[in-house]
């Protein structure tokens, strides 16, 4: 624990508050040793602990024992990305067991559905950052749904930012697809 919160406080002192942070955290913890890592987190402000029990590449999702460790902190808990359909998501949100959904649309069933969880997560005051791993046309994707989602979307996350030739895989719409960490609906 005190390795990570080192790493932590030395990104937080080369970011500042102006760029967010946002911490891939498993998965696999135990409930206690997310418990201790989130509340530890707590001074340095940053924008979610991700995948704390289960997540990426786990067919189940506890939202019990997320509920525990959620209601434990002020951090912001996220996780979803592997889970499949909206009512995957239905104990999540109905039990406010994160503090945000992160589905991917390769993994969610598409476009429409990430809507319909976005639109469910805000009835219950539950955030969206959906997750957007692979090609640019995944990107778009995001991009569009991200546009039509309701006021509790706040990101999505993105990781093809160190690859030179990313963008090269779509033609005929403007470029760079990310201009000031954003993306414009083409």
């Known amino acids: 624990l005190k390795s990570e919160i080192a790493c932590v406080r030395a990104l937080k002192e080369v970011l500042g508050d102006k760029v967010g942070l946002a911490l891939d955290c498993g998965p696999g913890q135990t409930i206690p040793a997310a418990i201790r890592l989130v509340k530890a987190l707590e001074p340095f402000n940053v924008m979610w602990a991700e995948d704390l029990l289960q997540g990426d590449y786990s067919p189940y999702t506890d939202a019990e024992a997320y509920r525990i460790v959620t209601q434990s902190t002020s951090t912001p808990t996220l996780t979803g990305e ?80 160190d690859d030179p030739e990313w963008e090269n895989l779509v033609q005929g719409i403007e470029k760079p697809l990310i201009k000031d960490g954003c993306g414009t609906p083409p």
């Open 82 to 161: 592997h889970i499949y359909l909206r009512h995957g998501f239905r104990d999540l949100i109905d039990k406010r067991a994160v503090s945000i959904v992160a589905p991917d649309i390769n993994d969610v069933g598409g476009i429409a559905e990430a809507k319909l969880i976005a639109e469910f997560a805000d009835l219950y005051g539950v955030l969206i950052a959906p997750h957007s791993g692979g090609s640019p046309v995944v990107f778009l994707a995001n991009v569009h749904a991200a546009a039509a989602m309701p006021r509790n979307y706040i990101a999505f996350e993105f990781h093809q930012a």
